[in-house]
């Protein structure tokens, strides 16, 4: 029987409902719905760059509608557009029931960066991505909570590598209307104009708000038509610039946030510093309390009591620092509002207020002014403890008000499609069946069960993930069928990314990239920004000996790396030059790929398809690491030195640890042992337990560390752990 043909009406509301859901990033993390656009148009989704918005815009109306006359597809997106709705209105939320007071008065969480999705690239590493995730587990979660941050209209950059593999940058104008965000408007239905004293202007600044579930997200732009040029720019790029541009941005940041908040009516309970970069927000609301009549000292106290303060690294570079002239130049608007001496003023920023040569540093201003304070793992606690022990005379180092809270990923954000579905289909069926191949008989969606919001709860429940620990829930071969079918996927990815890079700067015989990589190798990956201190190229410190490593025939090993350096960094640059030269010209050539330009896209593709995921910082300066933690939901496992959070992930069974929880105090010597420690327990451990088989050619003891990794390390180290530690220890208490 023929299905009625739906009313115009009824189309009318589903293209409305699909516009709104493109220009909200839930959509990033709800698999079906990204099928949905996906669906609409498969090319544009790839070379759109999985782009909803802009998808939207090469699908004409008369597409749409047509299409929606295809019942199937017309329910599918009746389904996504339920789902995304019940979400939006859910209001037996987690926050509703603990903490009720914020969707009052809610948390405003400044950062300098987000990291949401692949489309909006405003994030520079780590940091941005760990913003990103905090706020869509404060949406899950239904926590009163908004972001502010800078719109940069060239985001952060692109990698390519040039015929000398040097790491150049280029920059690709973003554009307004093909981005999830929207102008954020004020009362007379115009774009809103803020303004703040920069030097000796007034710069005007409008504001464009990125909707995150049920979150908003608000990033102040600097280009405005009425700003002189060079303040137009100044929020072109992340980081961008030098020390002057920098400033600048952390005025706009600080004190453009919380007049924007003001001009939109929110009053936050908690002003959360994500870093440094925020801290002039202080002083902004020491300045209101000011301009209300209250003096400095009695403004200051109550100010302290509305911030607190997350610090993200011990490395010195991380922490901005300004001289006193860059300081009188571009912020003596400070020192004339709330009454202070360019002297006074310094004071507040450095650790010893009488040194005169002491420059301003931000980090030491969001410690004076907030009322508490936190480090991202427990180890961080103690090396920040340390680090600023100088600003609590008197006070042992165990009693320094820096307590920890260490990180989390956002896991439905992270968890690549194969996976996700692979979870649904047992979740939905209620007990473990052989895996229909995706895209043939994979019809049943979670929603027929009527178990969606079950589903999306599932995953950030630790039962779901101890049910992991029963061969009866998942049966060792369908991991290991999954496992194969994600390495796989990523090294055709690598494939098809690597001919891409190829055909830029070589001739090489294109054929040869659709045999590069081995599909049986144990495949180690390593991606992260290329500071120094994570020593991407350490475990080619052995070379000879790596290299008999990947020409093993019956047991192979290979390597993926990606990864940017920060424009100024040339050692960082020079790291990646080797490693590429490494993976062209040497005998690792073919067992060893850099792929250009990560960013979130490759950082899922790699967590997901690698089975290590290998992590060598120079301990203790990693002060928690993230990306093992995207890893475990999807079955890679951690080969890690015991800093940051794997000293605490690890317990022996759920991957493998490089060294012992100490480190010497040489570099050198550091050096020295954790390349030795590192090939120990490659030839020692990870490969023996890899490739030890039973009759039927599965890895047995593996897979149980895969499962023990799923079950002790997924829903720990996730944003819906943390977030809730952030309420309950920090937003919730005054
Ligand atoms: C997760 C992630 C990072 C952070 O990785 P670390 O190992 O913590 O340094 C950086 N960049 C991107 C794109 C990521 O996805």
């Given at each position: 029987m023929a299905n009625k043909p739906l009313s115009s009406e009824e189309v009318t509301s589903l293209v409305q409902g699909l516009n709104q859901l493109a220009r909200n990033l839930w959509w990033t993390w709800d698999q079906e719905a990204q099928e949905l656009f996906q669906d609409l148009s498969p090319r544009g989704w790839q070379n759109l760059y999985h782009n909803a918005v802009a998808i939207l815009h090469e699908v004409s109306e008369t597409e749409l509608r047509a299409r929606l006359q295809d019942p199937d597809f017309a329910s599918h997106v009746g389904q996504v557009l339920q789902d995304f709705k019940s979400y939006m209105g859910d209001k037996k939320t987690w926050g509703a029931k603990h903490a009720p007071a914020l969707l009052k008065n809610p948390v405003a969480y400044f950062s300098a960066e987000f990291g949401f999705?692949?489309?909006?690239?405003i994030a520079a590493g780590g940091l941005g991505i760990l913003a990103g995730d905090h706020t869509k587990a404060a949406s899950d979660l239904g926590l009163g909570f908004c972001g502010i941050s800078l719109f940069y209209r060239e985001g952060y950059f692109q990698q390519a590598v040039d015929h000398n593999n040097w790491q150049t940058e280029f920059y690709s104008r973003l554009d307004p209307k093909n981005l999830p965000i929207e102008p954020v408007m004020d009362a007379q239905g115009k774009p809103m104009v803020l303004s703040v004293r920069i030097a000796l202007s007034d710069v005007k600044l409008l504001a464009w708000r990125a909707n995150v579930g049920r979150v908003p997200v608000y990033l102040l732009d600097a280009n405005h038509p009425d700003n002189e040029l060079h303040f137009r720019d100044l929020t072109k790029r992340v980081y961008g610039g030098d020390t002057t541009t920098r400033i600048m941005q952390e005025i706009i940041l600080g004190v453009g946030g919380v007049r924007l908040l003001r001009a939109l009516g929110v009053q936050p309970s908690t002003f959360h510093m994500n870093e440094g970069h925020a801290a002039f927000l202080t002083l902004e609301l020491i300045r209101e309390k000011m301009a209300g009549g209250r003096k400095f000292d009695d403004a200051l106290a109550t100010t302290k009591a509305e911030c607190i303060f997350t610090t993200h690294t011990p490395v010195e570079a991380g922490h901005d620092r300004f001289n006193s002239e860059l300081m009188t130049y571009a912020a003596h608007d400070f020192a004339e509002q709330l009454k202070l001496s360019s002297e006074q003023l310094m004071a507040l920023g450095r650790?010893?207020?009488?040194?005169?040569?002491e420059p301003f540093c931000m980090t030491v201003l969001a410690l004076k002014i907030s009322r508490a304070a936190n480090a991202v793992s427990e180890l961080h606690g103690e090396v920040s403890r340390h680090m600023w022990q100088c600003l609590y005379p008197g006070v042992a180092q165990d009693k320094v008000p820096i307590g920890h809270i260490t990180n989390g990923v956002h896991v439905a954000g992270w968890m690549k499609g194969t996976v996700r579905r692979f979870w649904r289909k047992r979740l939905t069926n209620g007990n473990a069946q052989a895996i229909t191949p995706a895209g043939t008989g994979d019809t049943t969606r979670f929603w027929q069960t009527g178990q969606g919001h079950d589903w999306a709860n599932q995953i950030n429940s630790p039962d779901f993930w101890q049910k992991m620990l029963d061969p009866k829930f998942v049966s060792d071969e369908e991991l290991w069928a999954l496992r194969y079918k994600l390495r796989r996927e990523l090294i055709e990815f690598s494939r098809r990314r690597l001919l891409l890079q190829a055909q830029r700067v070589t001739h090489d015989d294109f054929i040869a990239f659709d045999q590069l990589l081995n599909p049986d190798a144990l495949t180690i990956g390593f991606a992260r920004r290329f500071a120094t201190y994570k020593r991407a190229p350490l475990i080619f410190q052995q070379f000879e000996n790596i290299v008999r490593l990947t020409r093993d025939t019956k047991r192979p090993v290979q390597f993926i790396f990606a990864g940017k350096a920060h424009p100024r960094d040339d050692d960082g640059k020079r790291f990646i030059q080797h490693i590429i030269h490494l993976s062209r010209f040497s005998d690792l050539k073919g067992h060893l790929v850099f792929i250009e330009n990560y960013d979130v896209h490759v950082a899922r593709q790699m967590v997901s398809g690698c089975d290590i995921w290998l992590n060598n910082p120079?301990?203790?300066?990693?002060?928690s690491g993230t990306s093992g933690m995207k890893a475990s939901c999807q079955g890679c496992l951690n080969l890690s030195i015991l800093d940051g959070w794997w000293r605490e992930g690890y317990d022996g069974t759920n991957g493998f640890a490089i060294g012992d929880d100490s480190h010497p105090s040489s570099v050198e010597e550091q050096d020295r042992l954790d390349s030795a420690n590192l090939y120990k327990a490659l030839t020692e451990q990870v490969i023996p337990c890899y490739y030890d088989r039973d009759a039927n050619g599965i890895p047995r003891a593996w897979l149980q560390k895969i499962r023990r990794a799923m079950a002790t390390l997924v829903t720990q180290f996730s944003t819906c752990r943390m977030v809730q530690d952030y309420a309950e220890k920090y937003y919730l208490t005054k």
């Open positions: 999705h692949e489309t909006l690239p650790v010893n207020p009488a040194d005169k040569h120079r301990r203790p300066l990693e002060a």
